[in-house]
């Protein structure tokens, strides 16, 4: 019972890590991004590479694999991405889904098509007892870190001036603007670091959630979940919401394995219906 | 007094809009022409038909009411196994009949998912859409012993139509009934939207609250098209499944709902033949990609999104200008005779 809550709050703090950055993303451009995965896949093939054909040590590339993505991120969205901003949710859509495709066939063609592992430090494999409660070592440090980089966030967030730079742009983008903040540029960064933290929740997930070139559109749902339930407007509902949905899964999982990814499908349709307007009322309004 | 020529103008427009054009009258003489001159291809005729259909539906949606779906498979597939396990269990067993019960099956799953893309922003019906056919495709995968799981459903068996064409392996039984059920459907929605209901919609897609201004029930009016729509996509789906006597998980796949966004983005969007041209477009281009690189081919799809979207969806669809210039200059001269005739008429 209680291994499997832990299993959950670690397999939600990944979540977390991973979809974040869409979280604000969408909050601050009004922009869906489906391909957010494509981010997070790119981290995990970069750690995977790393790590297996380079001998790079496990938390040598967990920094790299970070700034890969980033890199990425921010080449895109200075390239492409900003051509997009204004056109209709649609396109938007359009747009997204075309990257994911590329993306998909492009990682299949490089990489091959089956699933792949990362070689983790001896330390960090098995698992230990506390008080009867089966704890995995690699969980743990997936908790341990995530939680740090979870306040960390919240520091930069309501601490720093580029983080209330941030907020007051995602509160009215015009007014913002009118103050003399640069909110493209505000944007760029945040868009190439959300990417940053994908890609390393991609090289951490590689472990727990498996890692194939299909992983951008098997996770697009979870991603997207997690910004409709915890909304958009702080990081405090994702985390929630990223928690619930890592323990309802689990636990859904091994509870009723027959009826499995239904609970997660249908917690979702229930809080868009239970809460329509609520949820993405920041996006419909503007 | 004074509401009645207004009233007798607006119906001579109307008439002049739903007027056949004779490019119309072109296009549907080559697609009957084609069972004869093409009778090599109609495998892959059959499978644009189908595809086609399935545009038909999402731009009724899309095009015409302004609804954004990711999920239209779940209407495709559920309308797939519906006739899929028809004809297995040989409940009904007459291949028309078959198709008219799965779209009305398909009919009453669009109907009572249609309450959950009423509210919300766009993004929220992209969410549900996409919900909805995970659900369901969830649900198709968990009960193999119905559907047959990962498997697909084997063993259905299509009866001859009308119990006189047998379904031969040259798809030639199979391309004259798609075709038909095709134009069918193709002449009731061309019905439709010219009707003041069809109006009604493209009112509520350029402006919902002017258009609830205006007295318009945008809720039922809603429902009422995504009914319709699921329906057309369902009878799409057990097409798929009566042509082929197969049906599998992938009837559900996001990718379908994908291609078929960028199928009536090719073709252009609120317009019935933009689905029925990106539907011919996107097979040739398929099967040309798909003969290269077998196994990249969704490369090139995703590229051509891309490069879509940034040249723009409008500057895209606009090599059909010509063909709406054409014919808007004819409803406008038919138009003019008309009213002139009233004017002469009128006082």
Known sequence: MLTILFDGIAYGMLLFVLACGLAVTL???????????????????????????????????????????????????????????????????????????????????????????VQLPGWLQGQFNVAGVGIGR???????????????LQLILSRTRFGSRLRAAVDDARVARGLGINVNRVFALTFAFGSGLAGLGGALGTEIVGLDPAFPLKFMIYFLIVVTVGGTSSITGPFLASLLLGIGDVAGKYYVPTLGAFVIYTIMIVVLIWRPQGLFSRGSAR | MSSL????????????????????????????????????????????????????????????????????????????????????????????????????????????????????????????????????????????????????????????LFGLFRFDMFGHTAYCYSLGVLIVLFLLARRIVHSPFGLSLQSIKGNVLRASAVGIPVNSRLVTIYTIAAAYAGIAGALLTQTTAFA????????????????????GTGYLYGGLIGAIIFKLMQDYLAALTPQYWPFWIGLLLVVIVLVGRERISSWTHPLRTLASRLDWRSHRTQSSVLATGGP
Request: glycine letters at 10%; charged letters at 10%.
């Open chain 1, 27 to 117: 909050g601050l451009m009004n922009f869906v991004n489906l391909a957010h995965g494509a981010f997070a896949m790119a981290g995990g093939y970069c750690t995977v590479i790393l790590v297996n054909r380079w001998g790079v040590p496990f938390f040598a590339a967990l920094p790299l694999a970070f700034l890969f993505s980033a890199a990425i991120g921010l080449v895109l969205e200075r390239t492409l991405y900003v051509h997009v901003y204004r056109k209709p949710h649609l396109d938007q859509v359009l747009f997204t889904i075309g990257l994911v495709f590329m993306s998909v066939a492009a990682v299949d063609y490089v990489m091959g098509s089956s699933q792949v592992f």
């Open chain 1, 138 to 152: 690699y969980r743990l440090m997936i908790i341990v870190m995530c939680g740090a980089l979870t306040l960390i």
């Open chain 2, 5 to 160: 020529p207004l009233q007798a103008e607006a119906g001579a427009r109307f008439a002049a809009r739903a007027a056949w054009h004779p490019l119309e009258v072109v296009f549907w003489a080559v697609a009957l022409g084609s069972i004869y001159l093409l009778p090599g291809r109609h495998l892959i005729l059959t499978e644009i038909a189908i595809l086609g259909l399935f545009a038909l539906s999402l731009d009724l949606i899309l095009g015409y009411a302004g609804i954004v779906s990711l999920g239209h498979a779940a209407f495709f597939g559920f309308g797939a196994y519906t006739a899929g396990l028809l004809a297995k269990h040989e409940i009904i067993t007459e291949p028309l009949l078959a198709l008219l019960v799965s779209g009305a099956a398909t009919a009453l799953l669009g109907f009572v998912t249609s309450f959950l893309v009423l509210r919300g922003s766009d993004l929220t019906r992209i969410m549900v859409t996409l919900g909805v056919a995970l659900v369901l495709r969830e649900i198709a995968n968990r009960y193999a012993g119905l559907t047959g799981g990962a498997d697909g459903l084997q063993g259905v068996e299509i009866k001859p």
């Open chain 2, 248 to 267: 599998s998980l992938s009837v559900f796949d996001f990718d379908r709902s994908a291609d078929l966004l960028l199928v009536l983005i090719i073709g």
